[in-house]
Nanobody, 124 residues
Protein backbone atom coordinates (compact mmCIF):
# COMPACT_ATOMS: atom_id res chain seq x y z
CA UNK A 1 0.00 0.00 0.00
CA UNK A 2 1.34 3.42 -0.95
CA UNK A 3 1.52 6.02 1.79
CA UNK A 4 2.32 9.71 1.54
CA UNK A 5 3.50 11.43 4.69
CA UNK A 6 3.78 15.22 4.84
CA UNK A 7 5.71 17.34 7.29
CA UNK A 8 6.79 20.93 7.74
CA UNK A 9 3.57 22.85 8.26
CA UNK A 10 3.04 25.34 11.04
CA UNK A 11 2.37 28.93 11.99
CA UNK A 12 4.36 31.67 10.31
CA UNK A 13 4.10 35.46 10.12
CA UNK A 14 3.28 37.20 6.84
CA UNK A 15 6.39 37.45 4.71
CA UNK A 16 7.89 34.37 6.29
CA UNK A 17 8.90 31.03 4.81
CA UNK A 18 8.12 27.36 5.32
CA UNK A 19 9.31 24.18 3.65
CA UNK A 20 6.99 21.23 3.27
CA UNK A 21 8.19 17.69 2.65
CA UNK A 22 6.32 14.64 1.42
CA UNK A 23 7.76 11.14 1.39
CA UNK A 24 6.15 8.23 -0.42
CA UNK A 25 6.54 4.74 0.97
CA UNK A 26 5.45 1.25 -0.06
CA UNK A 27 6.29 -0.92 -3.02
CA UNK A 28 7.20 1.78 -5.53
CA UNK A 29 9.44 1.54 -8.57
CA UNK A 30 8.59 4.96 -9.98
CA UNK A 31 6.14 7.85 -9.66
CA UNK A 32 5.15 9.85 -12.71
CA UNK A 33 3.85 12.94 -10.91
CA UNK A 34 3.99 14.38 -7.42
CA UNK A 35 2.60 17.64 -6.24
CA UNK A 36 0.92 19.82 -3.69
CA UNK A 37 -2.67 20.94 -3.35
CA UNK A 38 -4.30 23.06 -0.68
CA UNK A 39 -7.73 23.52 0.78
CA UNK A 40 -8.82 26.54 2.78
CA UNK A 41 -11.95 26.45 4.97
CA UNK A 42 -15.09 26.60 2.87
CA UNK A 43 -13.20 26.30 -0.40
CA UNK A 44 -12.43 23.52 -2.84
CA UNK A 45 -9.06 21.83 -2.95
CA UNK A 46 -6.86 23.56 -5.50
CA UNK A 47 -3.59 22.87 -7.21
CA UNK A 48 -0.51 24.59 -5.83
CA UNK A 49 2.37 23.00 -7.74
CA UNK A 50 3.18 19.73 -9.48
CA UNK A 51 6.30 18.09 -10.77
CA UNK A 52 6.84 15.25 -13.23
CA UNK A 53 9.47 12.57 -12.84
CA UNK A 54 11.39 14.30 -15.59
CA UNK A 55 11.42 17.55 -13.64
CA UNK A 56 8.75 19.56 -15.44
CA UNK A 57 6.96 21.84 -13.01
CA UNK A 58 3.61 23.57 -12.99
CA UNK A 59 2.42 26.27 -10.58
CA UNK A 60 -0.80 27.99 -9.73
CA UNK A 61 -0.65 31.64 -10.78
CA UNK A 62 -1.15 32.73 -7.18
CA UNK A 63 2.12 31.14 -6.04
CA UNK A 64 4.40 31.71 -9.04
CA UNK A 65 7.59 33.45 -8.01
CA UNK A 66 7.02 32.67 -4.33
CA UNK A 67 6.82 28.86 -4.12
CA UNK A 68 9.26 26.32 -5.52
CA UNK A 69 8.60 22.61 -5.91
CA UNK A 70 11.49 20.17 -6.05
CA UNK A 71 11.95 16.45 -5.71
CA UNK A 72 14.26 13.54 -5.17
CA UNK A 73 13.30 10.58 -7.37
CA UNK A 74 15.54 8.17 -5.50
CA UNK A 75 13.97 9.07 -2.16
CA UNK A 76 10.44 9.30 -3.62
CA UNK A 77 10.17 12.69 -1.92
CA UNK A 78 8.81 16.04 -3.01
CA UNK A 79 9.34 19.41 -1.35
CA UNK A 80 7.58 22.75 -1.44
CA UNK A 81 9.60 25.81 -0.49
CA UNK A 82 7.18 28.62 0.32
CA UNK A 83 8.50 32.17 0.57
CA UNK A 84 6.79 35.52 1.04
CA UNK A 85 3.84 33.81 2.64
CA UNK A 86 0.60 35.75 2.94
CA UNK A 87 -2.56 35.18 4.98
CA UNK A 88 -4.35 33.92 1.88
CA UNK A 89 -1.89 31.01 1.75
CA UNK A 90 -3.44 29.67 4.95
CA UNK A 91 -4.82 26.21 4.22
CA UNK A 92 -4.31 22.51 4.73
CA UNK A 93 -1.68 21.41 2.25
CA UNK A 94 -1.97 17.92 0.75
CA UNK A 95 0.66 15.91 -1.06
CA UNK A 96 -0.46 14.04 -4.17
CA UNK A 97 1.10 11.29 -6.25
CA UNK A 98 -0.10 9.48 -9.34
CA UNK A 99 1.20 7.28 -12.12
CA UNK A 100 2.82 4.89 -9.69
CA UNK A 101 4.47 1.68 -10.86
CA UNK A 102 5.35 -1.09 -8.42
CA UNK A 103 7.98 -2.60 -10.71
CA UNK A 104 9.49 -1.85 -14.09
CA UNK A 105 7.20 -4.48 -15.60
CA UNK A 106 3.84 -3.61 -14.04
CA UNK A 107 1.38 -1.12 -15.52
CA UNK A 108 0.93 2.30 -14.01
CA UNK A 109 -1.59 2.66 -11.21
CA UNK A 110 -4.01 5.35 -12.39
CA UNK A 111 -5.27 6.23 -8.92
CA UNK A 112 -4.47 9.43 -7.10
CA UNK A 113 -2.84 8.99 -3.72
CA UNK A 114 -3.08 11.66 -1.02
CA UNK A 115 -1.32 12.44 2.19
CA UNK A 116 -3.12 13.25 5.42
CA UNK A 117 -2.51 16.98 5.04
CA UNK A 118 -0.46 19.49 6.98
CA UNK A 119 -1.78 22.81 8.27
CA UNK A 120 -0.12 26.04 7.17
CA UNK A 121 -1.27 29.16 8.97
CA UNK A 122 0.00 32.61 8.03
CA UNK A 123 -0.89 35.16 10.65
CA UNK A 124 0.62 37.94 12.69
Amino acid sequence: QVRLVESGGGLVQPGGSLRLSCAASGIIFSIDNMGWYRQAPGRQRQLVATMTRGGTTNYADSVKGRFTISGDNAKKTVYLQMNSLAPEDTAVYYCNANGIRKTAFTPRDTRDYWGQGTQVTVSS
